[in-house]
């Protein structure tokens, strides 16, 4: 039986091309027409906030984080999440969701969110947005819009349309004491 040495890592330009293939895996050609891809292709992802798992020196998953402003939030959007299916049902995704979290409020964000399953997100922090609350590109199931509500007034201000920001202008002024903290690197035998 093979021992996965799992380490998770901060994205960088060299991981672009394997984490387009493991999200054509995960999504296929239709990820491209949904309510979150048109929000990210207004602008680039933030890469300091971004991450991926890497298994033996291979990625294996990965997680974005897009800068936007969500009604007068200004947050994060969390996604794709996508782990090749030789390592699904391990825990990856929620430790990269966990990780890309934690970064997001060091960094100052208000708040992380994402369209997805309640079931698997609610453990993770994950709320529901108040029905029809923010208005996407595109079609989205409103009871699919989570939050991680990190700014205490959060929920009263996601309230309007939800866009790409240029992550340059900050969320709120970043912690200069938690600089360490940035680094995401951590090592999981499993």
């Keep these: 039986m093979h021992k996965h040495e799992l380490v998770y890592l901060t994205e960088d330009a060299s991981h672009d091309a394997v984490i387009e293939l493991i999200n054509e895996e995960a999504f296929g050609p239709g990820r491209f027409t949904r309510a979150a891809a048109r929000i990210r292709e207004q602008g680039p992802h933030d890469r300091l906030l971004s991450f991926i798992c890497a298994d033996d020196g291979e990625t294996i998953a990965s997680v974005r984080m897009t800068p936007v402003l969500a009604g007068s939030v200004k947050g994060h959007l969390l996604g794709p999440l996508a782990v090749r299916p030789s390592h699904k049902n391990q825990g990856i995704g929620r430790e990269l969701v966990r990780i890309a979290v934690e970064a997001a409020k060091r960094r100052g964000s208000e708040a992380v969110i994402l369209v997805g399953d309640p079931p698997y997100y609610g453990p993770l922090g994950f709320e529901k947005v108040a029905h029809n609350a923010l208005a996407f590109p595109g079609p989205v199931d409103p009871n699919r819009v989570l939050v991680v509500p990190i700014a205490t007034d959060t929920h009263a201000r996601l309230k309007g349309t939800i866009v ?6 900050p969320a709120a002024v970043a912690d200069e004491e938690n600089d ?3 680094l995401p690197l951590r090592a999981i035998a499993g």
Excluded: E, L, S, Y
């Design 180 to 182: 360490d903290d940035d």
């Design 164 to 169: 790409w920001r240029d992550a340059d202008i």
